[in-house]
């Protein structure tokens, strides 16, 4: 269930009543998250980041720009680790990425998104419950997906059985031979 976010809080100035509002809402998106991560913006234009959110979408991610005060308020209620909300990673424009599902999969379409455009960069996150700085991030955005890595885990798994069975093969068609010859002569 997608809940209320203010999209550019540039463009709509939030009331004071509707803040608690928010601040629940996103305490209750940031305890379902798999990973949260926080990058600086600056530079990125209206149309690069309606590109970025469309990308962060197809994932089942999203990303939104809030005042950092609010979201700390938010990670406070929500146990985030304190390495996140401090002044450090909550300073400037920063704009927040939640995802529910694959926690590596934003970080790929940012390193992506970054490489072809060189914004937005990295400030911090959190990736299965765990505080990753910047530098763990790049690191973590450049592994292969779930996908290639089951499919290179399976290929490990099964290439001993291949093994045997490719022996054992061999070893038949020696007998199914020998058994051939005998029976001609």
């Known amino acids: 269930m997608r809940l209320f976010f203010i999209e550019d809080t540039r463009s709509i100035e939030m009331r004071k009543s509707e803040k608690p509002f928010f601040v629940s809402n996103l305490t209750e998106e940031l305890k379902g998250a798999s990973s949260v991560i926080l990058v600086d913006y600056s530079g990125l234009t209206v149309k690069l980041q309606q590109d970025l959110k469309k990308r962060l979408k197809e994932i089942g991610s999203n990303m939104f720009v809030a005042k950092n005060r609010l979201f700390k308020l938010a990670g406070n209620e929500a146990k985030m680790p304190e390495e996140v909300l401090t002044d450090t990673a909550l300073t400037g424009p920063t704009a927040f990425i939640i ?45 292969p997906s779930k996908e290639v890595l089951y499919g290179q885990l399976m290929g490990t798994i099964a290439s001993p059985m291949y093994g045997l069975v490719s022996t054992l093969q061999g070893n038949l068609q020696k007998l199914v031979y020998i058994l051939k010859t005998k029976s001609q002569a």
């Open 99 to 143: 995802s529910e599902e694959d926690p590596i999969a934003p970080l790929q379409v940012i390193y992506k998104f970054a490489k072809e455009h060189e914004i937005p960069t990295f400030k911090a996150g959190i990736v299965d419950g765990k505080f990753q700085d910047k530098e763990a991030l790049k690191i973590l955005a450049q592994l």
